[in-house]
C-alpha cells in the first residue's frame, strides 16, 4: 500500500452542526480535550478566567458567545489525524456552514436533551441529507432534567426523517443521572457526583442479566435498563456501517459534553465508523482522493482580521494528491496561478 493512501486511510474531516446552545462548541472542546490538542477546556467562564473556548476565536464570537467563523480544528486519536469543522449554528450565519458542510465527510449533530430538535438543526440536517453525508447523533446535557430518551428518538426520527440506531443508552437522567450503557462497546460507564467532571471506569458487562449490575446501579434503575434495551432490541434496526456511510441510518449517543461524559464512548466509535475522505463531484469528472495530481477546493475566505493588513486567508479542502508549500495553484475559475 502506497504511503499517500495510508495517510488518506487515517483521516477523518467532520463538521458539527446543531442549533445555538446545544453545546456544540463545548463537544469541540472536549474531542481536542481527549485528543490532547489542548490542556484545559476554556468553557470556564468565572471572572477570574477570561478565556473564551478555543474554536471561538473572533471578537463578536466573544461578544456573542456563539460561533460564526468556520474554524478548522485539527487534532490526532489513536493513530489517526481528525479534522473538526466547527459549524456556526446561528441562522444569521447559515450561509457560512452550507458551505463548510460541502467540504466535511461526516457530520455530528447535537441535540439539547431538554429542548429536543430545533428549528436551525432540522434545515441544517435537510442539507445532509441532500448530500447523503454520514450523520451521528449526540444527544447533549444528560446531567440536567429533559426529555425520555425514546421521547427523543421518537423526536429525531420524525422531525429529522432519520432513521435512528442508538448505540448507547442513558441510566436515569438530570438529578438521577446514574451513567451511560455503551452498546456499541457493551459494557456501563458510571458517573461519579464529586464535582461531576469525573468520568467513573467503564465496568464491562458480559450480560446483561447479570445479578452485579444491580449492586452497582441499583435493581429499580438495571430493571429499566433491561427493558430499554430489549426495547431497542426489538425496534429499531441493528447498526450497518454501509447504511450509515450511504446516509441511511444515524446512530445515536448520549452524554453530557460539559462533563466530559459520553464524549470518549462517542470519539471511539467515530474513528471506527466514520468515513475517510471521499469522491469528491466536480463540475467535469468524479475526483477521487487517491490520484497523484494535487485538487483541492476553497470552502472559506477569512478576510480582514488585522486591520492594519489586508490579509486573507482560505481554507482549502484537499480533495486529491499533496499539498507542497510554497508553490503556484491553478486557480481554475479564473484561470490564474
Known amino acids: 500500500m502506497s504511503d499517500l493512501i495510508k495517510e488518506i486511510q487515517k483521516r477523518k474531516t467532520f463538521g458539527i452542526i446543531s442549533h445555538p446552545d446545544a453545546g456544540k462548541t463545548t463537544l469541540t472542546e472536549k474531542l481536542l480535550l481527549f485528543g490532547g490538542a489542548i490542556q484545559e477546556a476554556g468553557a470556564v467562564k468565572s471572572n477570574k ?3 473564551g473556548a478555543t474554536s471561538d476565536f473572533m471578537e463578536i464570537e466573544r461578544q456573542r458567545g456563539i460561533s460564526v467563523a ?3 480544528l485539527a487534532f490526532e486519536y489513536r493513530d489517526h489525524k481528525i479534522n473538526i469543522l466547527d459549524t456556526p449554528g446561528h441562522k444569521d450565519f447559515a450561509e457560512d456552514t452550507y458551505r463548510t458542510l460541502t467540504a466535511v465527510d461526516s457530520v455530528i449533530v447535537v441535540i439539547d436533551v431538554a429542548k429536543g430538535v430545533e428549528e436551525q438543526t432540522e434545515k441544517l440536517v435537510q442539507v445532509c441529507r441532500m448530500r447523503n453525508i454520514p450523520m451521528l447523533v449526540f444527544i447533549n446535557k444528560l ?3 429533559g426529555k425520555d430518551a ?3 428518538l421518537d423526536e ?3 422531525k429529522l426523517g432519520l432513521t435512528v440506531c442508538p448505540l448507547s443508552l442513558p441510566i436515569g437522567m438530570g438529578s438521577d443521572f446514574q451513567g451511560i450503557y455503551n452498546i456499541w462497546e457493551d459494557n456501563i460507564q458510571l458517573f ?3 464535582k461531576k467532571q469525573k468520568v467513573g471506569d467503564s465496568i464491562k458487562f458480559d450480560d446483561i442479566n447479570d445479578t452485579s449490575i444491580d449492586d452497582v446501579i441499583g435493581e429499580k434503575a438495571a430493571k429499566t435498563l433491561r427493558e430499554e434495551l430489549d426495547l431497542i432490541q426489538s425496534v429499531y434496526p441493528e447498526f450497518n456501517r454501509e447504511d450509515y456511510m450511504n446516509g441511511d441510518l444515524q446512530p445515536v449517543f448520549f452524554g453530557s459534553a460539559l462533563n466530559n461524559f459520553g464524549v470518549r464512548e462517542l470519539l471511539n ?5 466514520a468515513p ?3 469522491p469528491k463531484e466536480s463540475e467535469t469528472r468524479l475526483v477521487k482522493p487517491e490520484e497523484e495530481t494535487f485538487t483541492g477546493f476553497v470552502f472559506k475566505i477569512h478576510a480582514n482580521m488585522d486591520p492594519k493588513h489586508r490579509d486573507r486567508l482560505a481554507f482549502v479542502k484537499i480533495v486529491s494528491g499533496t499539498f507542497k508549500r510554497n508553490e503556484n495553484y491553478l486557480l481554475v475559475r479564473e484561470g490564474k496561478k
Open 143 to 145: 446531567d440536567r432534567e
Open 192 to 194: 461519579l457526583e464529586e
Open 150 to 152: 425514546f421521547d427523543l
Open 276 to 278: 475517510m475522505p471521499q
Open 156 to 158: 429525531v426520527e420524525q
Open 49 to 51: 478566567i477570561k478565556k
Open 269 to 273: 466509535a467515530f474513528i471506527d465508523i
Open 70 to 72: 468556520t474554524s478548522v
